[in-house]
């Protein structure tokens, strides 16, 4: 060995029930660099973390600091060896100030009064070294997404941590933030911290570490230096063959299918959140529709689809005036509709496959005639699909809710396709769904568009908007920022319109 | 005037004592209806333990403990039986009911009410210099102990809960318990002590019902105080401060309508005015108002304090 490692993780074996979440996994991580840890979901990405973190204990293996042995049996041993995590999901509580969320548990003085003046003090060699400010007395919950995760960043710095395991950490931010985040990890390791960095986005993993660690079924696939590789061999590792990417065919643009005009929608807090939206998709065209989550997409699809009332404006599929029309009126004049919470809107969970991916064609023949279904008919439909859209199941009869994401939404997709939509509203298509999966439900989208029916994708993972789309749209508090074919599209210019800034008004201080 | 405010400053301190209570259970995180119980068991021990013991202290000793033992009992059958809480709360309060109507039938031979000579009532405190003050002192001297027992708890509560670590600590857990265990903070311990001092202060709330002014426990003497009180945690947002307030206003309320009586409004309409204003407290608890209110709130400081630090930079 030439150099020692800060930390060694050597053949964690971990198991749950059947399944091998991690088999012989060894990581090892040098000091002061940033180690990405990269894999489909259901990788064993999480456990491991979790093992390290002290909230799993695993059944085999060791781990080392600094080449000494540790036993870790909770959080409070990782964080009294200076292992710390920031989780995806925040654990911050929102009504506390920024200041008591940072001592919780762990106060900086032996007595139990509370005196912010002692953190203050402990705060100033902190941002001293690092540079990092946060709004100690501001209420928790009013801060934005970013200024959160520092917040927890900030958190576990206080607790004297200098291995810190993000994971996931851009899933909740944009693209701005992001940059803003990675300014944060270099400056940390500048500092001689060392950062695992979990994600399976490749473009910023590539952008930001040093090493990388690719797991694939609780293995690890191996271990590489970013000099060595590119994104393709990422991805190629992670899942285990090669990314065949969408291809698109030149169609001329047809008829409008879905036109939206001067639309004003009401959210549920009564204020509104669609606010004088207008737009139109073509048929054989795909139009993304972009921005930060909250801005009002979640309510303009569901005014589109019909579950909720618009205030004013109107919205045409096919030509005619559905604005009052009921949600069954809008689906025969064919409108799919793939929802982005697949778990509450998308599928009834304790119906089988076959139920669920019979559910809009149930009252036409072949599946029911005279009102009576014929199941033989539904099933022989079921296996069909689950073939074609290669669902992993046993059987058209497994109920939906023992699936895997990914395969959940396939469920989902396939259902809405088999009604050979003229058009799409498709909400965070691929939102929890690993690549092979969101590739292949991409792929649809685009097979769809290229048979001359229209798209509308509405998604907060811009990859996914710059490469499916014809034409992209940006979304800012209910309004329309922006509008973009995908050649002018790059990041920074999205980016910039999710943040309601037109190129023309951009001001700079 | 002065009889009023005196009279809302009565009324209201066994309200104010087990919303206090119940705000415990809301910072620790377990939802409770059950104050209403909890308050009832403490007016009947109170009067049993008197019955007993001849003694005031041994009297609210007796409310104290059975107030502790119900908010334990409760928060075992949440936390460890995974009891839905609505159902337990309905559960405590009609046992409450039904089990201190029998005790007191059984112990007292009485079908009514209890008030025998040898129950006296908490003894009414004089405070030297305050008592000669012309306004101000007909209406605050003059009360039982537990009347000032209750302001000096708002005092102790908010201290404890904004300025110690602990109270930061329970805050967290009732609030986002994950993010409070993650940061090494027993959930469970807390949220047990945490119910049995609420259950204790119900209790407590009950003693100066049956003991304070009157000296007698009558069947469910409560008549929805319990809830008054859940309703004061509401308004109050779990705040000391602004659950006193609430409470001075229920108070009010019933002392107001028991004036109003007197000078000849139709009596049961204007008892219903307490009630109404609950249902319409859970009606706003449910539609998530305060909660809305409050992050556009915490949004326009955090605003204000990043201007700040880019005018100063």
Known sequence: MEEAFRLELQNITKRFDKTLANDGVTLRVKRGEVHALIGENGAGKSTLMNILYGLVKPDSGKILLDGKPLTINSPKDSIANGIGMVHQHFMLAPSLTVAENIVLGHPPTRSNIWKPSKLKEKMKTLEADFNFDVPLNAVTGGLTVGLMQRVEIVKTLYRGAEIIILDEPTAVLTPQEAEELFVSIRKLTQAGHTVIFISHKLKEVMEISDTITVMRAGRVVGTVNKEDVDAEQLAQMMIGRELKGVTRAEIDKGEVALKVDDLNVLGDDGIGAVNGLSLEVHLGEIVGIAGVEGNGQTELSEAILGVRKCKSGKVFIDGKDVTTASVGSRIEHGLGFIAQDRVKEGLALDFSIRDNLVLKSRKKEPISKNGIMRWRNASKMSRKMIEDYAIKANGEEEKVQSLSGGNMQKVVVARELSQSPKLVIACQPTRGVDIGASEYIRSMLVKLRDQGNAVLVISADLDEIMELSDRILVMFEGRKTGELSSSQANEQRIGKMMFGQNEGEVTEP | ?313
């Open chain 2, 1 to 313: 005037m002065a009889d009023i405010l005196s009279g809302t400053l009565r009324t209201a301190t066994p309200i104010l004592l087990a919303a206090l209570g119940g705000l415990l259970f809301e910072k620790a995180g377990v939802f409770s209806i059950a104050h209403e119980g909890m308050m009832l068991f403490g007016a009947f021990f109170g009067v049993w333990g008197m019955h007993l013991t001849h003694s005031v202290p041994m009297a609210i000793l007796f409310a104290l403990a059975i107030g502790a033992i119900v908010g334990l009992i409760y928060v075992w059958l949440i936390e460890k039986m995974n009891a839905n809480a609505t159902i337990a709360s309905i559960g405590v309060n009609a046992f409450a009911v039904g089990i201190t109507t029998y005790m007191m039938k059984s112990i007292f031979g009485d079908a009514g009410s209890v008030g025998t000579a040898g129950i006296i009532g908490l003894p009414k405190i004089d405070i030297p210099f305050i008592g000669n003050i012309p306004f101000i002192g007909k209406v605050i001297n003059g009360h039982t102990i537990l009347v000032y027992v209750s302001i000096v708890l708002v005092v102790i509560l908010s201290y404890f809960l904004f300025h110690t670590h602990t109270g930061i600590n329970l805050r967290a857990v009732g609030e986002r318990p994950q993010a409070a265990a993650s940061a090494g903070i027993p959930v469970l311990r807390y949220r047990i002590i945490a119910c049995i001092v609420g259950g204790a202060l119900c209790g407590l709330a009950g003693v100066h019902l049956s003991l304070g002014h009157v000296t007698l426990f009558a069947e469910n003497m409560t008549a929805g105080r319990g809830f008054f009180a859940y309703t004061a945690v509401v308004f109050g947002q779990a705040n000391p401060v602004g659950v006193m307030i609430a409470s001075l206003v229920f108070g009010l309320a019933e002392t107001v309508t028991y004036r109003a009586q007197q000078i000849g409004f139709p009596g049961p309409l204007v008892l219903t005015v307490p009630y109404i204003i609950t249902i319409l407290a859970l009606i706003i608890r449910s539609c998530g108002i305060f909660d809305k209110f409050n992050r556009y709130r915490w949004r326009r400081k955090a605003q204000r304090l990043q201007n700040k630090k880019l005018k100063g930079a």
